[in-house]
């Protein structure tokens, strides 16, 4: 076993079924989304674990990617610029155009499209080997993301439209509603300023929590059906462990443009005068 009870991995454990030792199948859970410190003391708050470091990574993989690209660009691009430009399109035009518009949404694309490849990079952490963790599993750093867009959001609404008209727009003011308007106005007010940075961190939080737990029930579910006749199960369990990982490079990338996708969203309707 580790000696970390709260890390424990299919290959860390002994333990298979129809063993005499009486080991039970080690799930996972909450404790599997837990690290120890890699420098620092827990205690003190002033430390720097697994999570940390790959998200640490990820930010110098994505900047230096994108240095290389587009460091000496080229009319004709080679390979990496192409891919990168192609990235980087995909989102200026598929999302940032189609959502905002062209001419309000041009100063939002590089902002945007960070977020897109943070979002991403930090999900595909759960399928590279050694790494295997999803960071926006851990719900801080989806609540920091979200919480920027929040920002911005606000922010954007009352310097477009003024204090009454910023809280107009919030509280989707109409006054064609007649006696339910103020119901209305409350339920608008309260949906879009504390419902939506909530659901907006949750839903990529909660979809890579859920994908990575998966993932780990089949795996260490692989590993402990790996003798006498439980090899047959293991096998299926195996199968399901490479379907899950397929499945999670699709959900992954979604995720990421659906993150994005809301963040052009609420800052279209930052601009616009009603929701």
Not at 40 to 65: E, T
Not at 146 to 162: D, E, N
Not at 241 to 255: D, G, H, S
């Amino acid at each position: 076993m580790s000696a970390d009870p709260t890390q424990v991995l299919a290959f860390e454990t002994d333990c298979h079924i129809f063993e005499n030792d009486g080991c039970g199948f080690p799930a996972p859970g909450l404790h599997s989304f837990l690290f120890e410190p890699l420098w620092g003391d827990p205690d003190s708050n002033l430390y720097f674990n697994k999570p940390m470091l790959l998200a640490l990574l990820g930010s110098l993989i994505i900047v230096g990617f994108f240095w290389a690209a587009f460091r000496k660009p080229k009319m004709v691009p080679g390979k990496l610029q192409s891919i990168a430009e192609m990235g980087y399109d995909f989102i200026r035009r598929g999302i940032v155009y189609e959502t905002i518009g062209k001419r309000e949404g041009e100063k939002y694309v590089p902002l945007v499209v960070s977020l897109f490849f943070f979002v991403w990079m930090m999900n595909l952490w759960s399928i590279i080997p050694v790494a295997q963790f999803p960071v926006t599993s851990i719900i801080a750093y989806p609540i920091v993301l979200a919480l920027i867009v929040y920002v911005l959001w606000v922010s954007l609404t009352f310097k477009r439209h003024g204090f009454v008209g910023g809280f107009k727009n919030i509280t989707g003011y109409d006054k064609s509603l007649g006696p339910v308007l103020p119901l209305a106005m409350l339920i608008e007010f309260f949906s879009n300023l504390l419902v939506r940075p909530f659901t907006h961190a949750v839903r990529l939080f909660a979809n890579m929590f859920a994908g990575h737990t998966l993932l780990l029930l089949f795996t260490i579910a692989s590993w402990y059906l790996l003798n006498g006749i439980g090899i047959a199960y293991a096998g299926v369990s195996f199968v399901m462990v490479i379907v899950m990982t397929a499945f999670e490079l699709f959900i992954q990338a979604l995720q990421a443009y659906v993150f994005v996708l809301l963040t052009c969203t609420f800052i279209q309707g930052a601009l616009a005068k009603h929701h």
